[in-house]
């Protein structure tokens, strides 16, 4: 950040250099040379985009954009709250000060290239009703966009519907509801958009017909306003796969399976199923239409769902556990997350676990609403919800997992699922530090966990072979030496069957339960019948 003083200010030719002081010296040096640095680098434009606003609290994003001639080493920017709001916790940027607030880059997001962009994130608490949206100021800024997105419909409330029928307090505390903890896994920004930049040719990407990067040279690049692959990484891909050639048209189709027929993927397992108001998880049959994309995360926090008030009447709330993961018997144990640092903690129960080398079963937070015991039929399509090239998610491609929601999420939205794995990140709560007996650091990074700290470690262009052996290594090191079998056991899940895909989007729809799920949970849902058809 660069003050507001000029370089007018000291004029070196009216002083004797023989009474010019060192310091001033210094100080006229570096303003000049400021200076010209800025006049060179005002080559971006920034922007301040508020992802959720839930009242209290919100998550933004900061995006610089580089629409210069040159790339762009290394930036500094800053903003300022007017409004009280305050930042506590920030993510693919190093976040300093505590109002005005400035942000530097990594050692990996430091460089941009022309037409090309970096994003990082940052939460924070409101200091009004709504969230601000300051302007970004820096020498790299030549034009501030302050922007904001929908606020997020999921909003935090401290006051749980009960039910008449049933002796329980309306009042939940806060810290039963989370902040999803993986979101920003990636700084790359992403597109929807499938324009076609490179006249007649595209890149079939494992199905998806995405544009192809005129400058970038490796991996995934974003020019022109839209994400795209370069012509080296398309060309890798298995077939029938690759370039191809699309004609005249501007715009790309997406190569998808109809959606006029089901298809039925038999599972085969040995374990005994029940019939009585669970599905049975011999066939599961395909063609949900919903989009969605499964984010992660584990903070060892009691959940939504774990609150007798936030269930229906005739469904038992989820089980808590202590801290030496046995089952809690006072259903109204305070979260260990809590203010007061209650005794309950998520049981160990909860990790998700393969049924074939297709299907799999978890847990997952997420929105809001009556969602507790209701179950999720996630289908992998193959593409990263904010990852473009992400290797975990191609290789997720065709597989399938349902999930059981036992917990919301402030700033979890309509079709996505924040699965609980262990390791995942713990997000704005963790109380698996205490728990476990492990250090911050060993967690990983707060929002993504052992898998957004191998990517830091790694980068973003290493293979899924290396992001898996790293992953894998961390399981066991902070689960495997301590003896913690289950949660490594589910921690290297995550790394094999779930292919380290880093928030892979999804088609989903309502199902109901397996009764693998629902034995566990203790949650059932089936006497309501009141599956829902409709995307939430």
Same mark, same amino acid.
């Given at each position: 950040?660069?003050?507001?003083?000029?370089?007018?200010?000291?004029?070196?030719?009216?002083?004797? !250099?023989?009474? &010019?002081?060192?310091?001033?010296? !210094?100080?006229?040096?570096? #303003?000049?040379?400021?200076?010209?640095?800025?006049?060179?680098?005002?080559?971006?434009?920034?922007?301040? !985009?508020?992802?959720?606003?839930?009242?209290?609290?919100?998550?933004?994003?900061?995006?610089?954009?580089?629409?210069?001639?040159?790339? +762009?080493?290394?930036?500094?920017?800053?903003?300022?709250?007017?409004?009280?709001?305050?930042?506590?916790?920030?993510?693919?940027?190093?976040?300093?000060?505590?109002? /005005? %607030?400035?942000?530097?880059?990594?050692?990996?997001?430091?460089?941009?290239?022309?037409?090309?962009?970096?994003?990082?994130? +940052?939460?924070?608490?409101?200091?009004?009703?709504?969230?601000?949206?300051?302007?970004?100021?820096?020498?790299?800024?030549?034009?501030?966009?302050?922007?904001?997105?929908? $606020?997020?419909?999921?909003?935090?409330?401290?006051?749980?519907?009960?039910?008449?029928?049933?002796?329980?307090?309306?009042?939940?505390?806060?810290?039963?509801?989370?902040?999803?903890?993986?979101? /920003?896994?990636?700084?790359?920004?992403?597109?929807?958009?499938?324009?076609?930049?490179?006249?007649?040719?595209?890149?079939?990407?494992?199905?998806?017909?995405?544009?192809?990067?005129?400058?970038?040279?490796?991996?995934?690049? %974003?020019?022109?306003?839209?994400?795209?692959?370069?012509?080296?990484?398309?060309?890798?891909?298995?077939? $029938?796969?690759?370039?191809?050639?699309?004609?005249?048209?501007?715009?790309?189709?997406?190569?998808?399976?109809?959606?006029?027929?089901?298809?039925?993927?038999?599972? /085969?397992?040995?374990?005994?199923?029940?019939?009585?108001?669970?599905?049975?998880?011999?066939?599961?049959?395909?063609?949900?239409?919903?989009?969605?994309?499964?984010?992660?995360?584990?903070?060892?926090?009691?959940?939504?769902?774990?609150?007798?008030?936030?269930? /229906?009447?005739?469904?038992?709330?989820?089980?808590?556990?202590?801290?030496?993961?046995?089952?809690?018997?006072?259903?109204?144990?305070?979260?260990?997350?809590?203010?007061?640092?209650?005794?309950?903690?998520?049981?160990?129960?909860?990790?998700?676990?393969?049924?074939?080398?297709?299907?799999?079963?978890?847990?997952?937070?997420?929105?809001?609403?009556?969602?507790?015991?209701?179950?999720?039929?996630?289908?992998?399509? *193959?593409?990263?919800?904010?990852?473009? *090239?992400?290797?975990?998610?191609?290789?997720?491609?065709?597989?399938?997992? +349902?999930?059981?929601?036992?917990?919301?999420?402030?700033?979890?939205? *309509?079709?996505?699922?924040?699965?609980?794995?262990?390791?995942?990140?713990?997000?704005?709560?963790?109380?698996?530090?205490?728990?476990?007996?492990?250090?911050?650091?060993?967690?990983?990074?707060?929002?993504? *966990?052992?898998?957004?700290?191998?990517?830091?470690?790694?980068?973003?262009?290493?293979?899924?072979?290396?992001?898996?052996?790293? #992953?894998?290594?961390?399981?066991?090191?902070?689960?495997?030496?301590?003896? #913690?079998?289950? &949660?490594?056991?589910?921690?290297?899940?995550?790394?094999?069957?779930?292919?380290?895909?880093?928030?892979?989007?999804?088609?989903?729809?309502?199902?109901?339960?397996?009764?693998?799920?629902?034995?566990?949970?203790?949650?059932?849902?089936?006497? #309501?019948?009141?599956?829902?058809?409709?995307?939430?």
């Amino acid at each position: 950040m660069f003050k507001n003083t000029t370089v007018k200010k000291i004029v070196i030719k009216h002083l004797p !250099i023989k009474k &010019l002081a060192i310091k001033k010296n !210094i100080v006229s040096a570096s #303003l000049l040379l400021a200076a010209m640095q800025a006049g060179h680098a005002q080559a971006a434009k920034c922007e301040y !985009i508020v992802a959720n606003d839930w009242g209290s609290g919100f998550t933004a994003t900061i995006r610089i954009t580089n629409n210069g001639t040159s790339n +762009i080493s290394g930036w500094n920017i800053g903003w300022n709250y007017s409004d009280g709001s305050r930042v506590t916790s920030s993510w693919n940027a190093t976040v300093a000060g505590s109002n /005005p %607030y400035t942000a530097t880059p990594l050692n990996w997001n430091g460089n941009i290239a022309v037409n090309s962009s970096i994003e990082f994130g +940052i939460q924070g608490n409101n200091g009004a009703s709504k969230a601000q949206v300051p302007a970004i100021t820096g020498a790299v800024c030549n034009s501030v966009v302050t922007s904001s997105v929908a $606020p997020s419909s999921v909003a935090p409330s401290s006051v749980a519907i009960s039910s008449s029928s049933r002796p329980s307090s309306s009042v939940v505390p806060v810290s039963s509801s989370r902040v999803s903890s993986s979101i /920003p896994a990636s700084s790359v920004r992403s597109s929807s958009s499938s324009s076609i930049t490179v006249g007649g040719q595209a890149c079939n990407w494992y199905g998806t017909v995405t544009p192809l990067c005129a400058n970038t040279t490796s991996g995934w690049g %974003y020019e022109n306003g839209k994400s795209c692959v370069a012509r080296s990484t398309c060309s890798a891909q298995p077939s $029938p796969y690759g370039i191809v050639t699309t004609g005249a048209s501007s715009s790309a189709s997406v190569i998808s399976r109809s959606s006029s027929s089901s298809s039925v993927v038999t599972i /085969p397992s040995s374990s005994s199923r029940s019939s009585q108001n669970n599905s049975s998880t011999s066939s599961v049959v395909l063609g949900a239409t919903c989009n969605g994309y499964a984010t992660r995360y584990w903070d060892c926090c009691k959940a939504h769902c774990s609150w007798t008030a936030n269930v /229906p009447s005739v469904v038992n709330a989820l089980p808590a556990c202590g801290s030496n993961n046995s089952r809690l018997t006072d259903v109204n144990a305070g979260s260990a997350c809590g203010n007061g640092g209650g005794s309950a903690h998520m049981c160990w129960g909860m990790a998700p676990f393969a049924v074939s080398d297709k299907l799999a079963y978890g847990y997952a937070a997420t929105a809001s609403g009556d969602v507790c015991g209701r179950c999720y039929q996630l289908e992998f399509t *193959g593409q990263s919800h904010n990852s473009p *090239g992400d290797p975990g998610s191609s290789a997720l491609a065709g597989k399938v997992m +349902i999930v059981q929601a036992t917990n919301i999420g402030y700033d979890v939205g *309509g079709g996505q699922f924040d699965i609980l794995v262990p390791g995942g990140g713990v997000g704005a709560f963790n109380a698996c530090s205490a728990q476990w007996g492990v250090s911050n650091s060993e967690l990983g990074a707060q929002y993504g *966990g052992f898998l957004a700290a191998c990517k830091q470690e790694l980068g973003y262009n290493a293979s899924l072979a290396q992001y898996k052996s790293c #992953l894998t290594s961390r399981c066991n090191s902070v689960f495997g030496s301590r003896g #913690l079998t289950e &949660l490594q056991q589910a921690c290297t899940w995550y790394a094999n069957w779930f292919e380290a895909a880093d928030n892979p989007a999804l088609k989903y729809k309502e199902v109901a339960c397996p009764a693998e799920l629902t034995s566990r949970s203790g949650m059932n849902r089936g006497p #309501l019948n009141d599956i829902k058809t409709s995307c939430n």
